[in-house]
């Protein structure tokens, strides 16, 4: 028997991407139409943004606990979070989670490994960008990693919160993302990028990126299904 996946999801469009690849690609390891038994519990996302908003990490956390707890309560074996920003707000629960937590930044940095890569950019929110959830994850893994300007980060967050959350998928967003990756890459030598938001990846991948692009949302759902699986 396989485990029991819990998903504390934030955003309706990443936490969807992930419960449908961990669905659509379970059959990979289990057998044709076959996946792990998987929940997913969201507070409002509302809830979430005002507690964002005025940086109250530690209400952030305690959304997430009490989606760890209802996941737990129900049968879970471990849990995930597709979200990449809220996971700054995982040292203050740390220590009360009721289950063990698959680490979105860990899988991304072994990943990166893996591949052989050694400079990443780092693209997400600007809360995500600004915050320590990738940064020593990578540096302990030996990995460089560079981040946008200041002014690359506001419009990325805009672009975010105003469109990808929402299902808003436009040409021209597909481009400014694709203009930001060219000039990681060539001026700060990047030769990856993190799809460091959970919806990016539903507009960018490595078809369309001027990098191979390191897919946060579809990475996490990989190793939770290989967690699952015993793999």
Same mark, same amino acid.
């Given at each position: 028997?396989?485990? &029991?996946?819990?998903?504390?999801?934030?955003?309706?469009?990443?936490?969807?991407?992930?419960? $449908?690849?961990?669905? /659509?690609?379970?059959?990979?390891?289990?057998?044709?139409?076959?996946?792990?038994?998987?929940?997913?519990?969201?507070?409002?996302?509302?809830?979430?943004?005002?507690? /964002?908003?005025?940086?109250?990490?530690?209400?952030?956390?305690?959304?997430?606990?009490?989606?760890?707890? $209802?996941?737990?309560?129900?049968?879970?074996?471990? #849990?995930?979070?597709?979200?990449?920003?809220? &996971?700054?707000?995982?040292?203050?629960?740390?220590?009360?989670?009721?289950?063990?937590?698959? &680490?979105?930044?860990?899988?991304?940095?072994?990943?990166?490994?893996? =591949?052989?890569?050694? !400079?990443?950019?780092?693209?997400?929110? =600007?809360?995500?960008?600004?915050?320590?959830?990738?940064?020593?994850?990578?540096?302990?893994?030996?990995?460089?990693?560079? =981040?946008?300007?200041?002014?690359?980060?506001?419009?990325?967050?805009?672009?975010?919160?105003?469109?990808?959350? !929402?299902?808003?998928?436009?040409? $021209?967003?597909?481009?400014?993302?694709?203009?930001?990756?060219?000039?990681?890459?060539?001026?700060?030598?990047?030769?990856?990028?993190?799809?460091?938001?959970?919806?990016?990846? #539903? /507009? /960018?991948?490595?078809?369309?990126?001027? #990098?191979?692009?390191?897919?946060?949302?579809?990475?996490?759902?990989?190793?939770?299904?290989?967690?699952?699986?015993? #793999?």
């Amino acid at each position: 028997m396989s485990q &029991h996946i819990g998903i504390v999801a934030c955003s309706a469009e990443g936490a969807a991407l992930c419960y $449908k690849t961990i669905c /659509i690609e379970g059959g990979q390891l289990l057998g044709a139409h076959a996946h792990p038994e998987v929940s997913i519990h969201t507070n409002s996302f509302g809830e979430y943004m005002q507690r /964002i908003y005025r940086s109250d990490w530690p209400g952030v956390a305690e959304l997430m606990l009490s989606s760890a707890n $209802k996941l737990k309560s129900i049968g879970a074996d471990f #849990l995930i979070c597709p979200d990449n920003t809220i &996971h700054q707000a995982l040292p203050f629960i740390d220590s009360r989670l009721p289950l063990p937590w698959l &680490h979105i930044a860990d899988v991304v940095a072994d990943e990166a490994i893996k =591949r052989g890569f050694k !400079r990443l950019g780092l693209t997400g929110t =600007r809360w995500l960008v600004d915050s320590a959830v990738y940064p020593p994850r990578l540096e302990s893994r030996g990995l460089e990693f560079a =981040r946008p300007s200041s002014d690359e980060r506001d419009a990325i967050n805009r672009l975010i919160m105003d469109e990808l959350v !929402r299902g808003v998928f436009s040409a $021209k967003t597909v481009a400014y993302f694709q203009t930001l990756i060219g000039r990681l890459k060539q001026d700060e030598r990047c030769d990856a990028v993190i799809l460091g938001c959970t919806e990016i990846p #539903l /507009i /960018i991948n490595d078809a369309n990126s001027p #990098l191979p692009a390191l897919d946060s949302t579809r990475l996490l759902a990989r190793a939770a299904l290989r967690r699952a699986a015993a #793999l």
